[in-house]
């Protein structure tokens, strides 16, 4: 077994290898994830905040998801939402690339993070990017998100870019150009980029 399978098994059958696999599935990605993020510190010479084990951080990532899996589900059963759009990942059509995005935002003291990466028709990655951004409102990440995206996609020479992004506030603010959200500065950033020489589509898309 290479390690794309194994990986790949650990994600979507983890009694085959853990002895117990409750939320084994979770903590494996979460682990992954630890590992990247540690190695990329120690690449790029970038201390990381948090000072704490992989696997004790990868314990409190388990921890984090399966508490908003649970209020997510109990929100769902109080008041029950209509679902609209795909639920995976649609390439873009062709001579079209796509640029998907999300943010991490800690309600401790506020600081957050935007990622992102870019894909074409085929499912290749072309670019992808993370950025600590600091202290700002969630809508704000998703919009630092945006904006750090679009100009990375300017960078390569992309031409026609579709953008997907889970909050739908920040896509109807980019969208209203009449909006009174002026006072954030990045708002004004992105709409730049977009008005440049090419094509761009925002669009929201569900988590």
């Not at 994830?33 to 510190?41: D, E, F, L």
Request: glycine residues 6%; charged residues 25%.
């Amino acid at each position: 077994m290479d390690i794309k399978n194994w990986v790949e098994v650990n994600l979507t059958r983890p009694s085959m290898f853990a002895k117990e696999s409750k939320d084994w599935e979770i903590l494996f990605g979460s682990v992954l994830w630890n590992i990247w993020i540690m190695r990329n510190s120690i690449v790029f010479n970038n201390p990381m905040e948090d000072n704490t084990g992989i696997l004790e951080r990868s314990c409190r990532m388990t921890n984090s998801i399966n508490n908003a899996n649970r209020e997510r589900d109990q929100a769902n059963k109080s008041q029950p939402i209509e679902l609209v759009g795909p639920t995976v990942w649609l390439p873009p059509s062709e001579g079209w690339e796509k640029l998907n995005t999300d943010v991490a935002r800690r309600n401790t003291d506020g600081k957050a993070a935007c990622g992102g990466v870019i894909r074409d028709l085929n499912e290749k990655w072309r670019i992808g990017f993370k950025k600590f951004i600091g202290i700002c409102s969630t809508m704000e990440a998703e919009l630092w998100g945006v904006y750090t995206g679009l100009r990375c996609a300017w960078e390569q020479g992309i031409q026609q870019l579709i953008v997907e992004v889970y909050s739908l506030e920040a896509i109807q603010t980019l969208k209203n150009s009449t909006n009174k959200e002026g006072n954030i500065t990045i708002i004004s950033y992105i709409r730049e980029l977009i008005n440049r020489d090419w094509n761009v589509r925002l669009q929201h898309v569900r988590r």
